[in-house]
């Protein structure tokens, strides 16, 4: 069986998250989100995860997105946190049976990357079809954060840069823990991997 509760999350530098597994909700790895009304012309995912059943991503999550926020306040925003900022991170909408709003376990994260981010499976396979990446599957994601002005609209942010997706097996999978490879934190990637780094082919450079 494989075992996903072995896997924790992993922190590098801060803002820089491996997230232990979580649910895939939609995902553009190997082209760029182009439909929709809100296409983002980037390549991208937003993954799931429940606050109380992963309780260390949701910790090591919440610390990233202080740092890329207090990095914001010093370097962007003139010293203060604007009241109206936009983040990745986003609570699932809930209400009760009267219509009002209830505090919610359930948190998507959309990353996105203007590089096609590295993809591959839990034995560090090359994946080569958007079609292993389907809603529900479970990945594990590297993703940077980081905060962002936008001084011609006056918008505000702090945004998740996607590196690299993994596609891990079904908890009933029968997979040989000792054939997985769970990363050590030197094993991550640089913070800012070049074009060639991130859409490399030989798999040498792999944070995991």
Request: charge should be negative.
């Amino acid at each position: 069986m494989f075992d996903l509760t072995s896997i924790q999350p992993i922190v590098k530098d801060g803002t820089t998250v491996i997230t232990s597994p979580v649910r895939l909700v939609n995902s553009s790895i190997f082209s760029r989100q182009t439909e929709g009304e809100f296409a983002s012309n980037k390549y991208e995912v937003t993954i799931a995860f429940d606050k109380e059943e992963s309780p260390e991503l949701y910790k090591v999550i919440m610390e990233a997105l202080h740092q890329a926020e207090e990095t914001g306040k010093t370097n962007l925003w003139g010293g203060e946190v604007p009241s109206s900022l936009h983040c990745c991170l986003r609570a699932k909408a809930e209400y009760d049976d009267k219509g009002n709003a209830i505090e919610s376990n359930t948190y998507y994260l959309t990353a996105r990357s203007d590089f096609e981010p590295k993809h591959f499976d839990a034995s560090r396979k090359r994946l080569t079809s958007e079609n292993e990446f389907f809603p529900g599957c479970y990945v594990r994601i590297q993703v940077e954060f980081y905060p962002w002005h936008r001084t011609n609209k006056e918008k505000s942010g702090i945004s998740a840069s996607l590196h690299v997706v993994q596609k891990l097996p079904y908890p009933s999978a029968n997979v040989d823990m000792d054939d997985f490879f769970i990363p050590e934190v030197e094993d991550l990637q640089p913070r800012t991997p070049s074009p060639e780094d991130r859409l490399g082919d030989d798999g040498a450079e792999l944070p995991f």
